[in-house]
């Protein structure tokens, strides 16, 4: 992350909290919240109000016990925080593994000012039933608030011990937390984290549908160098084809696929202009500093409209990337340029 400008912020309670970090692995790479020399707290925002997932992965980095953490209603007024130079950086969801991408995310670094991922974090998610101090029973509980890729999540549990509630649509499981805090909802799906945040009482924790559901957060920042690599990155862009026409998609892959590198999520987005135009968000393992990938990024920016660059940064997750081809190397494809510098300048192979 680029030197943190000074701030003046010093607001009080910001310091890590217990029991909001999910241990070793979460968060990789380099430090992103300061920089050096600056002597000041970097300004962190995040997807809020305070108690959501979204701050639970932000204080999993080592950089949040001394940084200011400012949570923002949305994820477009978060990375807008970023934009304006109000924060450093922001955290907010990409995706989940069972609701998928959010699309907000990806519309946001796609279609606005330009924006890059540093790192990005894997939080596993599982919710808690909150409800005010003195609600004993799921009989009390007439009306439920949570966000929908929670409600999602949890949907087969809220029919089979609350199916005479009804179940409401909230910004944010923390915005949930508050409405009942307020006394406008009886319970909310949130993040156990926000229990302490509105003091709240959880009668069931533990809730998903499906056990071992991860959320993965990325770390955005304005556009700067990437992080060194690794030896274990990712690298994110979203593709802009130039017009609808047959093999638009297959243009795409085969850039990837002759160079040997395994794209770990495509998906398409509309591009707003007119119906059935669409781009293509993807990530790939490697580093816009491997050969293989500066490659297969020049060659798609040939072939497409436009290329927007999101970032190479380490690979969170755990898991092992796929073994690189022998001819995907960088020294195969050194070998291959200075095989044909040879030919260009003698005539001779």
């Not at 508050?178 to 799906?189: F, L, W």
């Not at 274990?232 to 243009?251: C, F, K, M, P, W």
Request: net charge negative.
């Amino acid at each position: 992350m680029p030197p943190v400008e000074p701030s003046t912020a010093t607001e009080p309670g910001t310091a890590t909290e217990p029991g909001t970090a999910t241990g070793p692995g979460t968060a990789t790479g380099p430090g992103t919240a300061t920089g050096p020399g600056t002597g000041s707290a970097a300004r962190l925002a995040f997807l809020g109000p305070e108690g959501t997932f979204a701050e639970a992965a932000l204080r999993t980095l080592p950089e949040s016990a001394g940084a200011v953490l400012l949570p923002q209603p949305t994820v477009s007024v978060a990375l807008d925080a970023v934009r304006s130079g109000d924060a450093d950086a922001a955290v907010v969801p990409l995706e989940n593994s069972v609701e998928g991408s959010v699309a907000a995310t990806l519309d946001e670094l796609a279609g606005n000012g330009p924006l890059v991922i540093r790192r990005e974090v894997y939080l596993p998610v599982s919710f808690a039933l909150l409800a005010r101090p003195g609600t004993t029973s799921y009989a009390e509980i007439r009306t439920v608030a949570t966000h929908p890729h929670a409600e999602a999540q949890c949907r087969r549990w809220l029919r089979a011990k609350l199916p005479h509630a009804q179940v409401t649509a909230s910004g944010s499981t923390a915005a949930a937390a508050a409405a009942v805090a307020a006394g406008e909802i009886d319970a909310a799906v949130s993040a156990p984290i926000a229990a302490a945040r509105y003091g709240l009482c959880a009668l069931a924790t533990d809730l998903a549908d499906n056990p071992g559901a991860v959320t993965r957060f990325v770390v955005v920042t304005r556009p700067g160098p990437p992080p060194p690599p690794t030896g274990d990155d990712r690298t994110s862009v979203v593709a802009y084809i130039r017009a609808n026409h047959t093999g638009a998609l297959l243009e795409v892959l085969t850039e990837f696929a002759v160079r040997g590198i395994n794209l770990t999520r495509i998906e398409s987005r509309p591009t707003r202009e007119r119906i059935g135009q669409y781009s293509f968000s993807l990530d790939c393992e490697g580093h816009v500093t491997d050969a293989r990938v500066g490659d297969a990024l020049a060659a798609l920016h040939r072939v497409c409209a436009d290329v927007r660059y999101l970032g190479s940064y380490p690979r969170a997750g755990g898991g092992q990337p796929e073994p690189l081809r022998p001819d995907a190397s960088d020294a195969a494809f050194a070998g291959a340029a200075g095989w044909l510098a040879t030919v260009r300048d003698s005539g001779r192979s």
